[in-house]
């Protein structure tokens, strides 16, 4: 993927840059809102990262909302250290479509970007069945089955099921479960999400001996074959 | 026109040197000019209507003479002088008659005087019994030539006059002075209770926080500035005194997990003898980098919900399938732990608020109750309305969470909810003790309070919130 990094501070772009480049992404780079927003306009990428506060006298939602002006939709997550919610809100009315406070770890924004970019992908056809290996779900008779067998899940767990199952291949940290299943904005203080990962991989994973979900240390959990 | 300019110039800048100057000027101004248009009519009242009156009687008098003089007459006329002259008690009477030549025909008077003539008032000096007076006169021109003067001498009033424009020289001389005194009164009196109010002020930006205004409990208008002023620096201390608190133990409990971290750190760079054993040792430094971070922003979040500054975000919401979610989200860790959970709600209850807010409260209740609930005990969650006690309060939601935990002691509960408090028994456990203190930031702000009691065994946390705070 080719990813444009609008960051001013020197030690989180080495940061990004280096870890963007190992998993395999092509990372340009701007370290200020003016070249940030000529690179933005004049070349394709697949995701914008990009920090709010920039020098220059461009920031990043200035950049934001003009890339959306010129009906350009690459996927944009918005990097800050202002983690308010109100913040929050703000960067998404703005036309953001993820969130990132920092400090962040990699791993989290490694997820976020791949899931931005695949999502909008996805977007263009819109899917009625999603299925892994022999499982398979579908979406609108709720209906789950693994190698034939019918496994009955929880409206939450089929939630969460259908999120990992969206993301099959790609990291998914708790705290985009949080918020994409429960649509919760706040970091409960112990782990409930392994709780509830691991009540679901008890119905979909254990009576089949080969497990899908599998935890990513220091980042989260991954389904795939 | 140049002295216009001028006594602007002199007006403003005395404006901008002193107010308590300006409330004197303005006290002065008033009562001078008050005492001014009073005298001005005590003097139009007395002196100018006793001239009036004068100048009446003798139009009416020379009216009769005239007319005497023109149905009857000279000699008429002649007689009814002598007899007004005879009958003159008073003797202020002047009458004169002379020829068109000037020549005397009857009257108290010698001759005609030099300056009198038409029909105009005059005042006369007359010499009269050794004394030289002043009279109002008046001359009219009689038919066939003949010329009257009637008058009447001043005498008394003349006296009474000056007794009253002496009277009123002094009472203008007294005026002043007491416009004077009374503006400089004001101003002293203004300037003390400026000066008090200063004072204090002063001493609060010298450091001193706890001085307030005093109330004297006689002035209404005083005493409410200066109690508004006292509830003002009430808060300005309550703040500052919550600020303190934070900073004090932010500077405690972040240093514990950065000189972890910076420990493990250097531990690893000096000891490690492996790749392996010096990312086990980076991962570890970065999880309390991680807690240095959720506990700055914990507190960031208490201090911003204290300050009400969230309460824009309120809307109306569903409490109970707002805390539906959050229940089943914890329910499954209740079951993990091996704790029954059970939970008594109404099927719905319509909620103003801040509804993520609301659920992290209820969450972090939920996740204490069952961190320290043992094993095959029971954490009950029970909301329930009780309606309106009258029309100005409102409906209070009850949320009560029970668990059988180990409960605490009074003089923990008592301080619970301040910050970074941990009691003696779950110093072992993970957490910041900036739980409560978030839920409580929380609870006030939607306007409830939120309440400790003994479950025996375990804790049981009251929250009332009125069901519309609308108006808080």
Redesign the interface.
């Given at each position: 993927m080719r990813i444009l990094l609008i960051e001013d501070d020197p030690t989180v772009k080495n940061f990004i840059t280096k870890g963007l480049t190992e998993a395999g992404h092509l990372v340009e780079h701007a370290d200020n809102g003016k070249d940030g927003l000529s690179l933005a306009t004049t070349e394709k990428f697949d995701a914008i990262v990009l920090d709010r506060m920039l020098p220059g006298g461009v920031d990043g939602l200035h950049i934001l909302s003009t890339l959306r002006q010129q009906n350009n939709l690459t996927p944009v997550l918005l990097l800050s250290a202002l983690s308010d919610v109100d913040e929050k809100v703000a960067g998404l009315k703005a036309g953001a479509d993820d969130y990132v406070a920092k400090p962040f770890s990699f791993n989290e924004l490694q997820a976020r970007i791949e899931a931005l970019v695949r999502r909008n992908r996805n977007e263009a056809q819109p899917q009625t069945r999603l299925s892994v290996g022999d499982l398979e779900i579908d979406l609108l008779s709720r209906n789950v089955k693994r190698a034939d067998t019918r496994i009955d899940l929880q409206p939450r767990e089929f939630r969460l099921l259908e999120f990992l199952m969206r993301h099959a291949g790609q990291v998914v940290t708790r705290t985009m479960l949080l918020e994409g299943v429960w649509d919760y904005h706040f970091d409960p203080q112990t782990n409930v999400i392994d709780v509830h990962v691991s009540r679901l991989r008890q119905k979909i994973d254990k009576p089949f001996g080969r497990p899908l979900v599998h935890t990513v240390r220091n980042a989260g959990y991954m389904l795939q074959e | 026109m140049m002295r216009m300019p001028l006594a602007w110039l002199d007006c403003r800048s005395l404006r901008i040197k002193s107010v308590s100057l300006r409330f004197a000027l303005i006290y002065g101004a008033l009562f001078v000019g008050s005492g001014f248009l009073f005298l001005s009519f005590v003097w139009w009242g007395t002196v100018g209507l006793l001239e009036r009156r004068t100048e009446n009687a003798i139009t009416t008098d020379a009216q009769i003479l005239a007319q005497t003089f023109t149905e009857s007459g000279r000699p008429a006329l002649v007689a009814l002088i002598n007899e007004r002259l005879e009958q003159d008690i008073d003797d202020n009477a002047l009458y004169l008659l002379v020829t068109p030549n000037n020549e005397w025909v009857a009257g108290n008077l010698a001759e005609w005087p030099v300056k009198i003539h038409g029909h105009y008032w005059f005042s006369l000096p007359v010499q009269r019994a050794d004394m030289l007076n002043t009279a109002r006169v008046r001359a009219y021109t009689l038919p066939d030539g003949y010329k009257l003067l009637v008058g009447r001498d001043l005498n008394g009033r003349t006296q009474l006059a000056h007794m009253l424009t002496e009277m009123l020289l002094w009472t203008c001389i007294m005026m002043l002075v007491l416009a004077v005194s009374g503006g400089w009164f004001i101003r002293r009196l203004f300037r003390n209770i400026i000066h008090s109010i200063g004072r204090t002020t002063q001493a609060i930006t010298h450091g001193d926080m706890t001085r307030r205004i005093p109330i004297k409990g006689t002035d209404k208008e005083l005493d409410e500035v200066a109690f508004t002023i006292n509830e003002m620096l009430d808060r300005i201390v309550r703040l500052m005194d919550g600020v303190r608190q934070v900073s004090n133990s932010m500077a405690h409990d972040l240093r514990t997990p950065i000189t972890r971290a910076r420990a493990q750190l250097e531990e690893a760079s000096l000891t490690a003898k492996s790749e392996d054993e010096l990312r086990r040792a980076i991962?570890k430094a970065?999880v309390n980098?991680?807690n240095v971070?959720?506990i700055c922003?914990a507190i960031?979040r208490i201090a911003?919900i204290e300050a009400g500054a969230?309460r824009?975000?309120f809307s109306e919401f569903d409490l109970v399938s707002a805390l539906e979610?959050v229940v089943?989200?914890?329910e499954?860790?209740a079951e993990?732990h091996q704790v029954n959970f059970v939970c008594q709600m109404p099927e719905k209850l319509p909620f103003f608020g801040d509804c993520?807010l609301y659920?992290?409260a209820v969450?972090?209740l939920l996740?204490n109750a069952?961190?320290f609930s043992p094993p095959q005990s029971t954490i009950r969650l029970t909301v329930e309305v009780t309606p309106a006690p009258s029309d100005t309060a409102p409906a209070l939601v009850h949320l009560t969470l029970a668990d059988q935990g180990p409960g605490m002691n009074d003089a923990d509960m008592a301080r619970a909810t301040e910050r970074f408090f941990r009691a003696e028994q779950a110093r072992n456990t993970?957490?910041s003790g900036l739980?409560l203190s978030l839920v409580q930031a929380i609870i006030q702000l939607h306007g409830g309070t939120l309440r400790l009691a003994s479950n025996a065994p375990g804790l049981v946390v009251k929250i009332e919130t009125p069901l519309y705070p609308h108006d808080i």
């Open positions: - | 991962d970065v980098l991680d971070t959720s922003e960031l911003q969230r824009s975000a979610t089943e989200l914890y499954a860790v993990e993520i659920q992290q969450a972090n996740d069952i961190k993970p957490g739980g």
